[in-house]
């Protein structure tokens, strides 16, 4: 069992910037693959960025590609996303997750292939 736990949420003007954190109590946290989700209201959950357990191998969704930055530090089991220029349609509630991996460069962007999920962060970004 894993456990995943974001922080860094919260509001931000439209062009600001902000940090999101998952800490994960994994004993092999390396052996995961990590990403990132969000859902804002109304709408389903969307893809936003994963990365592989060897941080070899990242991939975005093309709406935040060139303004967020997924990374992770294993000797500390987490994971992290950088957010730059946000927009008001960045707006919602951000999950991290984690994936089972074998392979150092496996990632996924399928939400459905992941096991484990955090209780999300509400990044809100006002005009």
């Known amino acids: 069992q894993v456990q995943l736990v974001e922080s860094g949420g919260g509001l931000v003007q439209a062009g600001g910037s902000l940090r999101l954190s998952c800490a994960a109590s994994?004993?092999?946290?390396?052996?995961?693959?990590m990403g990132w989700f969000r859902q804002a209201p109304g709408k389903e959950r969307e893809f936003v960025a994963t990365i592989s357990w060897s941080s070899a191998r990242t991939y975005y969704a093309d709406s935040v590609k060139g303004r967020f930055t997924i990374s992770r530090d294993n000797a500390k089991s987490s994971v992290y996303l950088q957010m730059y220029s946000l927009t008001p349609e960045d707006t919602a509630v951000y999950y991290c997750a984690a994936k089972r991996s074998d392979w150092s460069g496996g990632y996924s962007y399928i939400a459905e292939e992941y096991d484990y999920w955090g209780q999300g962060a509400q990044v809100t970004v006002s005009s």
């Open positions: 994994a004993r092999t946290f390396s052996n995961y693959a």
